[in-house]
């Protein structure tokens, strides 16, 4: 399970007594605190979140567009895979090429993949990290598990004290560090079974580069 905005927004408000002059900034506040969280998650354990989408080429160049919430494939096992003819996966990856090349593979422009050299029918499968939504209401949710209540509260009083320039930053910083490093250790423990907050989008799509 996970837990919303307003979950964190009662303990903190426990915590710091009166947050009334945090105003609208609660909610970036809260974005940019989720992406971080999110960003340590996959980057240990991408396969928490990998959703795939599948593509079907047989010409060169064939531009079509990528998924609404894509973010980038540039952890190990993301990608563009041909699929097998008998319709299974395999480990056939295509390769980052460039406008006009007429080798097997693709690039990335704009909010669209352009496949080329391919010029038989084939099922292309993506394999990809998706977009988290910004939290723009007190109903949304958090990546991280439920019991990572305590953690989260850390960040948020840490982003709190910045806002403010509050000199109990430093000391902050440090117990939330701490708290960091112990959230980790327990994903580095945990199976990889996890599914990410229903509502995805609101950021602009970004790409890496993938490793080939």
Known sequence: MAFTL?????????????????????????????????????????????????????????????????????????????????????????????????????????TNIVFTGISTAKTIILRYVPVLADITSLDQFFVVPDENKELVLEGMVLHYYRNQEDPRESDQDMRFARAVEDFKDGLRKTPSVFTLPSKLGGRSISHNIPRY
């Open 6 to 110: 307003a979950t964190i927004q009662t303990r903190l408000e426990n915590r710091l007594k009166d947050i009334a002059d945090i105003g609208d900034i609660l909610f970036q506040n809260a974005t940019d605190l989720n992406q971080s969280l999110y960003k340590i998650m996959f980057e240990l354990d991408v396969e928490r979140f990998v959703t795939t989408s599948t593509y079907t080429v047989s010409s060169s160049p064939s531009t079509q567009a990528l998924p609404v919430n894509f973010r980038d494939v540039s952890e190990a096992g993301l990608g563009f895979f041909i699929q097998n003819t008998d319709g299974t996966a395999s480990t056939n990856e295509l390769r980052y090429t460039g406008y006009g090349s007429a080798d097997v593979g693709y690039y990335i422009t704009g």
